[in-house]
């Protein structure tokens, strides 16, 4: 396996240069197959980190067309997660999925379709970006007017 693939491994799906190699080689070189297999195992490690207490946060606030506005509270373990560019992306991600969909609880958000790619719910997008940072994320509370 070359150097580029585990790279091109890497930057899809944010799981770690070892686990990439890893998944290549389970997967016999099939890059799908190994994106595949790194989504399943993250899934576990996502699992293991949903009972963590999730102590940071930061509120985010999105105004689309000065008609709907969205303040939600999203938290993790550390303040550097917090500040991680995939945190705050999901930040950011679930405020324009609120302003769009008008969720009326975090469970029900969490259930939801997500607008970009309806094949997953919000609950699979916010997993994506634990495995990726390797700390629990919650929904903590959010709030959404429209007039």
Do not use: W
Not at 46 to 61: D, F, M, N, P, Y
Not at 107 to 134: C, F, S
């Amino acid at each position: 396996m070359s150097t580029d693939v585990v790279q091109k491994l890497r930057e899809k799906t944010g799981a770690g240069v070892m686990d990439c190699h890893r998944a290549l080689k389970d997967a016999n070189g099939d890059f799908d197959k190994a994106v595949a297999l790194i989504n399943e195992r993250g899934l576990t490690k996502v699992e293991k980190r949903a009972g963590r207490e999730t102590g940071a946060g930061l509120v985010h606030s999105y105004v689309h067309n000065e008609r709907i506005g969205v303040l939600l509270h999203l938290s993790a373990e550390t303040d550097f997660v917090v500040r991680s560019e995939p945190f705050r992306a999901l930040a950011h991600d679930l405020a324009m999925h609120i302003a769009a969909a008008g969720p009326k609880t975090v469970e029900e958000l969490l259930a939801q379709p997500y607008v970009r790619d309806e094949k997953k719910t919000v609950k699979d997008i916010i997993g994506e970006v634990i495995a990726k940072v390797g700390e629990n994320i919650q929904v903590k509370a959010f709030y959404r007017i429209e007039l």
